[in-house]
């Protein structure tokens, strides 16, 4: 079977204590970014034979390198600046530590310049026996948290030019990326996501965005990144919302976006939240034509408690009342460490989970 997999996962997995220990050095400048990466270097290959141990096909280096899921990618593109932080979460805990994810915004002409990914993807390949996937933000992500207003209207005062230029410098990464041998792309957007929540919607609108227009405008900016691409490069797309130490900025089912969503925008497969009420019913599934998988993320990544293979079973079959069985396969809602913070669980529960997605797989589909 080809990606995606019936047993597959997001990408972040927790960071090894030597992995975040030494990050923390290296920010504090006691250790150089030659002795961070070799101790990253031997995190990863220690991490990789643990998520194959599971059974799973699919392996990612857990995003150890990065301390976001997205900003870290986003700022090696010129043209994109990273400051302060946004709203606080308010489904944080209490006891927070104050973080406010830092925001991007565009400062002048997008250019790739350098590889972002590359070097990392040549480890992980040189690493695992399975099938190496990378996971790099959806090109959405530069636009939506302060669409007009964060991109410099004077490098940019045609947004029809800032979107083709985003393009062309995602398109760059990804070509590189496939001349080293990558055949498992994963796209992480959250954007689409939050267009499910009202409240996103309306802060959208107040932005002086059309919250319905948006999902056309993604779809067809995603496409002129991905469309061309190699019949053996297989791309996915992860929708989240929000992932940072087990809390959520958005909450809403699929509804919303689903016709352009799974219609409109042309990645292999889908990888969607699914482990809560505050993602929706499966309905939305109805929309998903012949030709795409879709993963259901029904096993959590936020909570230490280890789900029933039997209700995962009875899940998949709801799910199954609206898309074919086929098309379908299984995973956790999210990554395990969207930021370098981690979620609330401890490495056992994440292997155990794992282990529990593989064992699902094997259950309802007879194979991994």
């Not at 809403?252 to 990888?271: C, H, K, M, R, T």
């Not at 460490?337 to 292997?351: E, F, I, P």
Request: charged share 30%; with cysteine; net charge negative.
């Amino acid at each position: 079977m080809n990606p995606p997999f019936r047993a597959d996962h997001v990408g972040s997995l927790l960071r090894t204590p030597e992995v975040k220990e030494n990050r923390f050095k290296w920010k504090k400048g006691e250790i150089s970014a030659e002795e961070l990466r070799a101790i990253e270097d031997a995190g990863i290959a220690e991490t990789v034979k643990k998520l194959e141990a599971t059974g799973m096909k699919s392996i990612t280096d857990g995003e150890f390198r990065r301390d976001y899921f997205h900003l870290d990618f986003l700022k090696e593109l010129d043209g994109v600046t990273v400051t302060g932080g946004i709203d606080a979460n308010p489904n944080a805990k209490a006891a927070e530590d104050g973080f406010t994810p830092p925001k991007l915004s565009v400062t002048g002409k997008l250019k790739h310049v350098k590889d972002i990914q590359v070097a990392d993807f040549e480890y992980l390949k040189s690493v695992v026996t399975q099938t190496p996937k990378v996971s790099i933000p959806s090109p959405t992500m530069v636009h939506f948290r302060g669409g007009r207003k964060s991109i410099d209207i004077n490098s940019y005062p045609d947004m029809d030019e800032f979107f083709h230029d985003l393009s062309v410098a995602y398109r760059q990464e990804i070509d590189h990326l496939y001349k080293a041998g990558l055949r498992y792309l994963q796209l992480d957007d959250t954007n689409l996501a939050y267009l499910c929540d009202p409240k996103m919607r309306a802060a959208a609108a107040e932005r002086g965005e059309d919250p319905n227009e948006l999902p056309r405008t993604y779809a067809a900016l995603i496409n002129s990144v991905i469309d061309g691409r190699p019949e053996d490069l297989t791309v996915g797309i992860h929708l989240c919302r929000g992932n940072y130490r087990s809390t959520w900025f958005a909450e809403g089912g699929y509804e919303p976006v689903a016709e352009i969503l799974f219609n409109s925008i042309n990645v292999d497969a889908y990888f969607l939240e699914y482990d809560d009420e505050r993602s929706g019913d499966f309905a939305p599934l109805r929309f998903v034509p012949k030709d795409k998988n879709v993963v259901l993320g029904i096993i959590s990544s936020k909570v230490r408690a280890l789900e029933s293979i039997d209700d995962l079973a009875k899940r998949i079959d709801e799910a199954a009342q609206y898309m074919p069985l086929e098309q379908m396969c299984v995973s956790p809602q999210c990554g395990f460490s969207s930021t370098h913070h981690g979620n609330d669980l401890t490495h056992d529960d994440q292997w155990r989970k794992m282990e529990l997605v593989v064992n699902t797989a094997i259950k309802v589909w007879g194979e991994a």
